[in-house]
């Protein structure tokens, strides 16, 4: 009959509400709406998996708990399901805001015309924008799990291995700069000014932000000044 017939003492205390406020109803009136086909996936196939779903507290705050239930119809004492339900209320918010939160920062870099990745510790690449199709003509499988020292140009790979070092060693958040080439598919260089960002400890993100933008046209416009400043016009020499 899906009704509750006896609640432990924990019960009134963390649904906020009188025992005979609960002993006697139903258990789709203590579960919120949206939760309920889940709630009875479990009450009709009992198991010991841990289901979570939010309860409507008397006190107007619904309330998640991690739930499992049990057949005890066997039992001549009991002769029904036994419902144990853990309240996780201040584990499952956190876990929410983490959500909005990265869901915020993808959202920001998605559709970024910048090439931004994220790296782990070890400079592994765990994510990259889509832009990277864009720049480097690679998708971003191409890209993920693969070193991001391995990607750079031979000549920038020391550079770029000392400067995530020092972030790493660094700990806290902070900015760094360098030039840096990376290969499009087609074999083309291209100048990226990248900017590092050490946010490993920031939850939403838990790497490091690597945000690049591509200056190659003028980091080619500036050697062309500078080669013309010294040299001669006439004679190309010095």
């Known amino acids: 009959d899906h009704v509750v017939r006896f609640v432990s003492p924990a019960g009134p205390r963390l649904l906020h509400r009188n025992e005979s406020e609960i ?140 400067l995530l070092c020092r972030i790493v060693e660094r700990r806290a958040a902070g900015a760094d700069s360098l030039d840096l080439r990376l290969q499009q598919a087609g074999g083309h260089w291209l100048t990226l000014e990248v900017t590092v960002t050490n946010l490993l400890a920031e939850p939403s993100v838990g790497g490091i932000v690597l945000n690049a933008h591509d200056v190659t046209d003028r980091r080619n416009l500036e050697q062309s000044l500078r080669h013309q400043a010294l040299h001669d016009d006439l004679t190309g020499l010095p």
């Open 23 to 162: 002993v006697g109803r139903s258990y789709a009136e203590l579960v919120m709406p949206d939760h309920l086909e889940r709630f009875w996936g479990l009450v009709e196939r009992p198991r010991q998996e841990l289901v979570e779903l939010q309860l409507v507290a008397g006190d107007g705050i619904n309330r998640w708990f991690e739930i499992s239930a049990a057949d005890w119809h066997n039992e001549p004492e009991i002769r029904g399901i036994v419902i144990t339900a853990s309240e996780i209320s201040g584990r499952k918010q956190a876990q929410l805001d983490l959500e909005r939160s990265e869901a915020r920062f993808r959202s920001l870099v998605q559709h970024a015309s910048d090439l931004v990745a994220v790296l782990d510790a070890s400079g592994i690449v765990s994510w990259v924008s889509p832009s990277v199709t864009r720049l480097l003509h690679r998708s971003p499988t191409e890209v993920v799990d693969r070193s991001a020292v391995d990607l750079a140009h031979p000549g920038d790979r020391a550079a770029l291995a000392d």
